[in-house]
């Protein structure tokens, strides 16, 4: 059985969008923009089709999906262009939009905010007011977007925005935990996955060179970096000053190399980007969907779904049963779902699938490592749906969300939030012992030299900010 999802195609900006009203197979309307078709399978359909179904009641729907290619991002990586007429996972659409590296965001749009080697000098500054003008004028000096289309894709991320003393807290945190389990008998091995301009291992290092010599001679500092423009930017940065780094260009998803040693595991704004699947439930039988994004042969998406048939989209449903997390139905929804006009399936929910094969990974290859890893917890201005995410581009110099998922590849940053207390729970066999969460000022109430980053008023801009992001340690 095959269902068809609520119907979207390519999101642009400056363009006037369409509603679509509820429908039996649909659990929620959503925003489309159609195009006219050349060829129509059913001739008295009317020629400006909008993705829907023939009739709202009797559950058929186009065939048309059957004839399109199953793909996965592996395979798109050879593609030059996005592809037409083929259909795929949604954590497959999510990874070909943001890592393609002939189209995808990262390689193609993405730059992050960097003040190079100058530092804001805290101190200094009135209150925070004043802090972000300055901050302002920094993104300023990177110009203004001077075509059409989407602009260049800025953000900043703590480790930028903080430097060196952000760096230093998470540097005095893997510290402490190594001198106080394997100092002196075991090296000091890090290892980083997003490590971006490399500024959060310079801080790290410079930390460990200055104040503990001793740690510095026996630390191994690896980076696995999937941009190839950001591999030689870290080499640039990094191994000259700090000889004991090493990098390897691949992605975390296909690392094959065990590391027996104890280590720590360092992903510092990296896991809001890991793609995503969608599952949606039947309320009748409460059996699970995955949903597959389906472009046609004039570039037009949509969604479907169909039983849960991939390995791990079912891994992780299996691990949720297990934990007795239960799956975020509405129980009104379970009775009223006969009702006309009653949607049929769940709300959208979208599932860390590639969160979960990180943590395969680690438990595969790691098997003694310790995990620390900071990011989103929520989000605002997210699309529809459960642990839904933030879909949005920069178009003349202004920050432009949209309100679906389909979207044209490379074009959008597409981010999630992290219910890091269910990731705990999920990450509990993984590892050498619990991890536990904290808040963002609590890490850094432990961690960092709080001196250095107060202002004249008393505000603390690197406490008091980056309120709705986690650690996990």
Known sequence: MTLLGAPATRCLLNTQFYHCPTRRLFASSSSILSKHRSKQRIPDEPKDKWNYNTSPFDGKISD?????????????????????????LVRDFIEDSLYNPNYGYFPKQATIFNTQDATF??????????????VGAKYAAYGADKFDGPGRQLWHTPTELFKPWYGRAVGRCLVSEYLLKYFPYEDFVIYEIGAGNGTLAMDILNLLQEDYPDVYERTRYNIIEISESLVKLQKKKLQEAHPCVNITHKSIFHWETTEPAPCFFVAMEVIDNFAHDIVRYDLSTLQP??????????????????PVTDPLVASFLHARRTLS???PINRLLKYLH????????????????????????????????????SDFSSLPDTISGVNSPVVQTRFQNITVPCTTLLVKQGYFDIFFP?????????????????????????????????????LRNGENPMLDFYKNVKFLF
């Open 418 to 454: 992290t219910d890091f207390e269910r990731l705990r729970d999920i990450g509990l066999p993984i590892g050498e012992r619990k991890s536990s969460v904290f808040s963002h000022s609590q890490f850094l109430e432990t961690y960092a030299e709080l001196e250095k980053t107060r």
């Open 338 to 373: 006969k009702m006309p006009f009653a949607p049929n399936l769940s709300t959208t929910e979208y599932v860390p699938t590639r969160l979960l094969s990180l943590l395969r990974t680690l438990r595969n290859y790691f098997p003694r490592h310790r995990l620390l890893l």
């Open 325 to 327: 997390h239960p799956p």
């Open 121 to 134: 000098d805290f101190t200094n500054f009135r209150d925070s007011a004043e802090f972000q003008e300055e």
């Open 64 to 88: 048309d999906h059957h004839h399109l290619r199953l793909v996965n991002a592996n395979i798109l990586e050879k593609e030059t262009t996005p592809p037409h007429g083929v259909k795929m």
């Open 289 to 306: 969907y995955q949903g597959l994004v389906t472009i046609d042969k004039n570039g037009d998406f949509d969604t479907v779904y169909t």
